[in-house]
């Protein structure tokens, strides 16, 4: 692979390139390269910000779902409870109470993952920014250079 640097002036000694030919293309490859950078960086900036906002609502949703197995737990306490009134064998009580436990134990297990789910969501919104803030300006200055840009591979290893 060649860097996509101009050719050197006539007479010039030549740049070697990083696979040591010596050779060097034309700035007609500068305006691909430099628009694959940008493609680059905002297929990642669109990955990072849809990860963020599929998460965003899935917190809620999940909340939404469990408060309903919340109010079953609130049911079966109350059936219970008639139940043990009506003097129904401690087996059957036992059997709804242990029931509602075990309804508010995949509540709490519910809503812990809802907060993770919440945390992830800003964590990609913040990776979303960061990476904006750590090379925003490197590809507005990239994409919009009226001169060709080097390619990367001239600088490795110098």
């Known amino acids: 692979m060649s860097d996509n ?3 050197p002036a006539p007479g010039a000694a030549p ?3 990083s696979t040591n030919t010596g050779a060097l293309t034309s700035a007609s490859g500068n305006f691909v ?10 297929v990642m900036v669109v990955k ?3 990860a963020g906002l599929a998460l ?8 939404s779902t469990y408060k309903y197995i919340g109010d079953c737990a609130k049911s079966v306490d109350h059936l219970a409870n008639l ?3 009506l003097s129904v064998d401690p087996d059957t009580i036992g059997e709804h109470r ?13 809503q812990r993952m809802a907060n993770t789910v919440d945390e992830m969501s ?3 919104d913040q990776a979303k920014a960061a990476h904006q803030g750590d090379y925003g300006a490197v590809n507005d200055a990239a994409t919009s250079m009226s001169v060709p840009m080097a390619n990367r591979n001239f600088y490795r290893n110098r």
């Open 56 to 63: 965003r609502g899935v917190g809620a949703r999940v909340r």
């Open 5 to 7: 640097l101009p050719a």
């Open 33 to 42: 390269s430099a628009a694959a950078y940008g493609v680059q960086f905002t």
């Open 122 to 124: 800003v964590m990609f």
């Open 98 to 110: 242990d029931a509602a436990t075990v309804m508010r134990a995949s509540l709490a297990r519910a």
């Open 15 to 17: 740049v070697p390139s």
């Open 48 to 50: 990072l910000a849809a």
């Open 83 to 85: 139940a043990a009134k």
